[in-house]
């Protein structure tokens, strides 16, 4: 129960999000809490700016029904992409296997050779600790400072190795009951470990982040439900395929996840464009274009990014053209490739 009284405490002193006071028409509230969260008086320069943008984003899109927001979902192709990115984030979550080790450690650790207490220790006591200070560490030092597209590359690729090795060292080095661990075996268990430290840097927290950027502000409640509905129903397709799994095929559970892994480092290079110091109100520029897969892959690479082009953009709603005029903003990304191009030369 502490971690609720903790978490029921903690509200309370929490600022309400200025988006969706915005929505709710509370313009005031929004103006004081945006302050609040920027530590900035209500009329400092940038704190206006930020909530002209912010109000002109939600124009015409407050308080839209459930239907209403279905519809602007599909409305157009660019809307459909932004809009369904934080679902196949949070199916791909699922598939890291990172719940199949939470449920069922115990009987991973038993199948690498780590037997009776030891294995229980190990499974639930130390990997529960390793997990949480990691995505603590991940969360502070990790996102912001790599980004978020990295993150999930890096954090794929590592998986995947845990992931492979484990399943092929279960071939070839089955463990025997009677026998002392091997070396591999060690290094089996080690990899377990090595799994949660890539997964608490990227695919534990980033899709969560990226889910809630890159969702519309007037769909957003939309948009997360989904996610949030996906991420729970794999996570219960995941806990009843897992046992199964492992008493039919074994090893090759860890392939299956490895596997997995490995695509959706793939999906991250081509499809997740990079997020990392856009404003909100900016973030759906990123998937503007012809081809927003050619545009997110070339986010892969730091010289072509277009979040540092877009940095200190503005996002000037439906209407960027006519508003940005009218405020002196540059905010079209042929532009924002350009200035981030100029700035490296």
Not at 250 to 270: D, E, K, P, Q, W
């Amino acid at each position: 129960m502490l971690p609720g009284v903790l978490l029921l405490v903690g509200i309370v002193f929490q600022n309400e999000s200025p988006r969706w006071l915005v929505e709710k028409n509370r313009h005031e509230e929004a103006r004081s809490a945006l302050a609040r969260v920027r530590s900035k008086s209500q009329e400092d320069p940038s704190v206006v700016q930020e909530l002209d943008e912010i109000i002109e984003d939600f124009m015409g899109h407050e308080k839209m029904s459930l239907r209403a927001q279905l519809k602007a979902v599909c409305e157009s192709k660019r809307m459909f992409y932004q809009c369904s990115m934080a679902v196949i984030l949070m199916f791909w979550q699922q598939w890291t296997g990172t719940n199949s080790i939470n449920y069922y450690s115990p009987q991973i650790f038993a199948s690498i050779g780590l037997k009776g207490t030891s294995a229980g220790l190990f499974a639930t006591g130390i990997y529960g600790v390793v997990k949480v200070v990691l995505t603590s560490l991940g969360l502070m030092f990790m996102t912001e400072q790599v980004g978020r597209k990295w993150s999930l590359i890096v954090g794929a690729l590592g998986q995947a190795f845990a992931m492979f090795y484990i399943g092929v060292n279960g071939y070839v080095n089955p463990p025997n009951a009677n026998a002392a661990l091997t070396g591999s075996s060690i290094f089996a268990i080690v990899c377990v470990y090595l799994f949660v430290t890539f997964y608490s840097f990227g695919w534990g927290p980033i899709p969560f982040v990226l889910s809630s950027e890159c969702s519309p502000n007037h769909v957003r409640s939309l948009v997360m439900a989904c996610a949030l509905m996906t991420q729970w129903l794999f996570n219960f397709v995941i806990a009843k395929l897992t046992p199964i799994m492992l008493a039919s095929i074994t090893n090759g559970t860890f392939l299956l996840f490895g596997s997995c892994c490995i695509a959706m480092g793939l999906y991250a290079v081509f499809c997740v464009p990079e997020t990392k110091n856009v404003p909100l109100e900016s973030i759906h520029l990123l998937f503007e274009g012809d081809s927003i897969v050619k545009s997110a892959t070339k986010d892969t690479l730091a010289r072509y990014r277009r979040a540092e082009g877009l940095k200190n953009a503005s996002n000037v709603g439906h209407d960027e053209d006519e508003f940005a005029k009218s405020k002196g903003y540059n905010v079209r990304v042929e532009d924002a490739n350009r200035s981030s191009h100029a700035g490296q030369d």
